[in-house]
């Protein structure tokens, strides 16, 4: 066989992110490289720097982000970019379009399954969706129908996606005055949201009302309440844009020839959309201020 052939028909792999994968990787067989504990530590508490680095290596209680709240978020990006090289590769070597879209179906089965199976103990069946393979199992055929589309439409249904998502939260009805906040876990001290933010109030908001009724339909040992973490099934939604920027992201590196010009288009949507983030959390945050929701004053 000619080697120089081999070379030839063989698909390059895409070094950073196998690089991005292992630093990920890393940090959770690490733990974090012990650093939260650390800190935690009676001599560091008065430190500074080691409650900022703490503050980092934490999720944050529920508003806000922190390096280690975008782990999760970093598996499901991975997947998108993965996507265009995979789907890409079996297109070349005759897969069609029904059998790719078949296989897209039959991945989002078995992720669902090994999330099932994973939160699972002993002869006890756990029906949950919020884990990371769960989650990226219900958006990843939906994924897969927004591969191979043109930049614009992908943004087109990002944002359309946010926006709507948004809408179902805002819309919705908060929770009512009596509402028992102690039984979904909250403490009497928390930080709760106010006003307009009310809507987005962890334990409390439209999509863990789903996951009452939803979670519910399944056999369970005991009746589900609330997720302690306040994770939801339909968390899936906006992470599945996370991954169609993640698809993008591995179509714009496809198709990019200058490498230099390609990390710096990659690191100004990074900073521009962690901009929006962050002032989106100020608007929404600032609207709860200024309009105090007297219900919460005796909580």
Known sequence: MNPSAVRADASPRLISLDAYRGFVMICLAANGFGIAA???KKEFLDSPLWQSLRFQFEH????????WDLIQPSFMFMVGVSMPYSYCKRREAGDSYSHLLGHAVLRSIILV??????????????????NVLSQIGLGYTFL??????EPKVQLRIATGILLAYWALFAFSPVAKPDFDYAKVGLPADWPYLTGFAAHWQKC?????????????????????????????TLNFVPSLVT????????EFIRRSTDRRKALLGLISAGVLLLGIGWGCEFLGLSAGEADLDPQLDSV
């Not at 944050?60 to 390096?67: D, I, L, S, Y």
């Not at 994973?118 to 919020?130: W, Y």
């Not at 897969?144 to 589309?149: A, C, N, V």
């Not at 991954?243 to 591995?250: D, I, P, Q, S, V």
Request: proline share 3%; glycine share 10%; hydrophobic share 55%.
């Open 38 to 40: 650390t800190a935690a």
């Open 60 to 67: 944050v209680p529920w508003t806000g982000c922190a390096f």
């Open 113 to 130: 399954l090994l999330g099932i199976f994973l939160s699972s103990s002993g002869k006890t069946t756990n029906f949950t969706f919020m």
């Open 144 to 149: 897969f129908l927004l591969w191979d589309r």
């Open 204 to 232: 409390a908001n439209v999509a863990a009302s789903f996951d009452l009724w939803f979670l519910n339909l399944f056999p369970r040992s005991e009746v589900f309440v609330a997720n302690n973490g306040g994770y939801q």
């Open 243 to 250: 991954m169609l920027f993640g698809l993008m992201t591995g």
